[in-house]
């Protein structure tokens, strides 16, 4: 064999390598991934460098990247988005690291004000590619500002994207497409999947922003949810014959053509997420249908949901966060309507 066919063979195999990761490793592999391929992505945030992050998502950045690269912050959430937004204007591609989604209000000033609107501020002068990675969510047992689940904050706030990853191989493939996006990606990752399971995932995964993924075939009932909340969805799915389950994947702009495709096949729909049930995402998908599929409709959308109360202490969070039998339970109620 030449050296050309060996080197080419070599190649392939390397592409179609995979690993058996959990969602944390998922992520620090795209990280690595990334920075390896771009020497303008940075990552900064409090203790990702040296100690590799509360949860270990950036563990071994630093000692590979280096501290120019990979930057310890202060405790202050402003000054690490402001930070970033500077960073992105000068042509760097921060990764920006809030180590829980409830710290992020201190921060919420410069998305909104700052983050969101430099592209329309500015003409299309500037642009802000900043990844800002949020772990969001309960079932951990946290304290309280520990586990709200507020993607939409965000997703009712022009000028960025919002995604939300369900596996290792989405929080792969949605990080490497997040650090190429050329505006702002709010990455909120599903703190209770992060060791929750582990699957193969691709050295080279191709998660495209903006399109919904329709992971079970059915015909009799469409499900939709998205994050930690598919754990629950699948496990409903597999209980209840006829559903066809979509992962949303990206929450804003959300991807109104696959639900829709769906929705007029099947005439019934069930939407579940973690965050609390009013002008939530379901509450979207369900104006939405009733906007663009009233006439496919054989039964009342159903969102099975959080409760409009803070996220409870520990002790009772089980009981706030959506359940498989809530939402098997809402399968068969529209169903049998």
């Not at 080419?8 to 391929?37: D, P």
């Not at 409830?102 to 900043?130: D, I, K, W």
């Amino acid at each position: 064999m030449s050296n050309n066919k060996k080197r080419s063979c070599a190649t392939q195999e390397g592409e179609n390598k995979m690993a058996m990761l959990t969602v944390v490793e998922a992520i620090n592999a795209a990280l690595h991934k990334a920075m390896s391929a771009d020497k303008n992505i940075v990552v900064l945030g409090e203790d990702v460098g040296i100690d590799g992050g509360v949860f270990r998502v950036t563990d071994g950045l630093f000692k590979k990247f280096g501290k120019e690269r990979v930057m310890d912050t202060p405790l202050a959430e402003a000054a690490i988005v402001g930070t970033s937004i500077g960073m992105a204007m000068a042509g760097l591609r921060p990764v920006c690291e809030i180590q829980f989604s409830g710290f992020a209000y201190q921060a919420f000033y410069q998305v909104e004000q700052h983050l969101a609107r430099m592209r329309n501020r500015s003409q299309g002068s500037f642009t802000c590619p900043v990844v800002m990675r949020l772990p969001y969510g309960g079932g951990i047992r946290a304290l309280e500002h520990h586990s709200e689940s507020r993607e939409a904050y965000y997703a009712h706030t022009p000028g960025v994207v919002v995604v939300m990853p369900s596996s290792p191989t989405t929080a792969k493939g949605l990080l490497l497409s997040a650090v190429k996006y050329p505006d702002p990606v709010i990455y909120m990752e599903p703190k209770r999947m992060y060791r929750s399971m582990r699957e193969e995932v691709p050295d080279n995964v191709d998660v495209p922003i903006g399109k919904a993924f329709v992971e079970q075939k059915g015909d009799a009932v469409t499900l939709i949810s998205y994050g930690a909340s598919m754990m629950e969805a699948r496990q409903a799915a597999r209980q209840v014959k006829g559903v066809e389950l979509i992962d949303l994947r990206t929450i804003s702009p959300f991807d109104r053509e696959t639900i829709l495709a769906s929705v007029r096949k099947t005439g019934r729909c069930v939407i579940t997420h973690e965050a609390n049930v009013s002008f939530g995402v379901g509450a979207e998908i369900a104006a939405l249908l009733a906007d663009k599929a009233i006439d496919s409709l054989r039964a009342p959308v159903r969102r099975v949901c959080g409760y409009d109360t803070p996220f409870p202490a520990f002790k009772i969070e089980d009981h706030y966060i959506p359940t498989t039998q809530r939402i098997v339970d809402a399968l068969n109620e529209v169903i049998s309507y």
